[in-house]
């Protein structure tokens, strides 16, 4: 069965910091990886997605994230945080129609 | 992308009434799919809704209880029948883009049961 883990639930950084949300997975095949934002009171809005080739796949906004098979993981970057990355995100991973999301990490923003 | 629409955005409602929850697509799309997200949890797939068939539900959740429509390729209504405090949550209708291989997310239908 595929499963999702967030180790972090909240997370708080300073405005400028850089930022590392960590995702590790547990799926049968090569896996397709999301990342997801939900600001509050919204929708899930795709950040980023991961099929195959190149392990380190650009996403909007300025995040970035870095697939290792060898760790299972699939961590969130972003070099300089703006206050208006304060949000709840999503780590995803399965086919399409069989998405399963991990728990959701939480970030908060200091001035 | 898809772009996605859900109506009502939220909803205040009292036990044992019912909600339908409409979701519109701007563009046909094979796959729909209803999620609950319960007070600060994650996403939890009610139901895979098919044009043309029933919809295909997750362990957990009964067609009694989530009733779906799917009528065309771009509209998709979800029913939370008989509800109680506990059906308290957001609702989030998604699809797959063009591609077939991402889930968009419509904003979501905040529900609360008094």
């Known amino acids: 069965a595929q499963s999702v883990t967030q180790p972090d639930i909240h997370i708080t950084v300073s405005e400028g910091a850089s930022l590392e949300l960590r995702c590790n997975y547990s799926?049968?095949?090569?896996?397709?990886l999301f990342w997801y934002v939900q600001s509050p009171g919204q929708g899930l809005q795709l950040l980023l997605k991961?099929?195959?080739?190149?392990?380190l796949v650009q996403g909007i906004k300025g995040f970035e994230a870095e697939f290792k098979r060898s760790q299972s993981s699939f961590n969130l970057r972003k070099p300089s945080v703006h206050w208006s990355d304060a949000a709840e995100y999503f780590c995803?991973?399965?086919?399409?129609?069989?998405?399963?999301f991990g728990g959701g990490t939480r970030l908060m923003v200091k001035p | 992308s898809a772009v996605i629409s859900q109506k009502p955005s939220r909803d205040i409602c009292q036990r044992g009434t019912s909600l339908t929850i409409q979701c519109q697509v701007d563009?046909?799309?094979?796959?729909m799919f209803w999620y609950r997200q319960q007070p600060g949890q994650s996403l939890t797939l009610i139901a895979t809704?098919?044009?043309?068939?029933?919809?295909?539900?997750e362990s957990g959740f009964v067609i009694d209880k989530f009733p779906i429509s799917r009528p065309n390729l771009t509209f998709s209504t979800l029913t939370v029948s008989n509800m109680s405090p506990e059906d308290s949550s957001i609702y989030l209708c998604?699809?797959?883009?063009?591609?077939?291989?991402?889930?968009?997310f419509g904003p979501g239908t905040r529900l609360t049961v008094l």
């Open positions: 809704a098919n044009q043309g068939s029933e919809a295909t539900y």
């Open positions: 991961y099929f195959s080739g190149d392990t």
């Open positions: 998604s699809a797959h883009g063009l591609a077939g291989d991402t889930q968009y």
């Open positions: 799926y049968g095949a090569t896996p397709y």
């Open positions: 563009s046909q799309v094979t796959m």
């Open positions: 995803a991973v399965g086919a399409a129609n069989m998405l399963t």
